[in-house]
């Protein structure tokens, strides 16, 4: 069974930083696309930044310069580098894996294709 574990948000004013981290366990396959998505109440879950099999980074218009995401010292565990946070960027993060590339718009966040792996996510409150 896949379990995903996302960690790592909080509570910061607009210009602080925080760092994201993921775990998936349990997952069949070697090789694997991970991304992070987010999704605020009431409004559709979109891309943030995804890392292929192939290692092609995709990172949204929206936080491009600001946001940076790395895989980390072992395969199942991504991170999420955000620094100069915006208000508009408070959401619930989640982390996903997939077999294939991820395939979603880096120009909206619009997600191509439904993903069903996701955890609990994590809360990242940005202040004015």
């Known amino acids: 069974q896949v379990q995903v574990s996302e960690s790592g948000g909080g509570s910061v004013q607009a210009g602080g930083s925080l760092t994201l981290s993921c775990t998936i366990s349990g997952y069949t396959y070697s090789t694997y696309s991970m991304g992070w998505f987010r999704q605020a109440p009431g409004k559709q879950r979109e891309g943030v930044a995804s890392?292929?099999?192939?290692?092609?980074?995709t990172a949204a218009d929206s936080v491009k310069g600001r946001f940076t995401v790395s895989k980390g010292n072992y395969k199942n565990t991504l991170h999420l580098q955000m620094n100069s946070l915006k208000p508009e960027d408070t959401d619930t993060y989640y982390c996903?894996?997939?077999?294939?590339?991820?395939?979603?718009?880096?120009?909206?966040?619009?997600?191509?294709?439904?993903?069903?792996?996701w955890g609990q996510g994590t809360l990242v409150t940005v202040s004015s």
């Open positions: 996903e894996a997939d077999p294939r590339p991820m395939d979603w718009v880096p120009s909206t966040g619009r997600m191509n294709r439904i993903l069903d792996k």
């Open positions: 890392i292929d099999m192939d290692g092609t980074i």
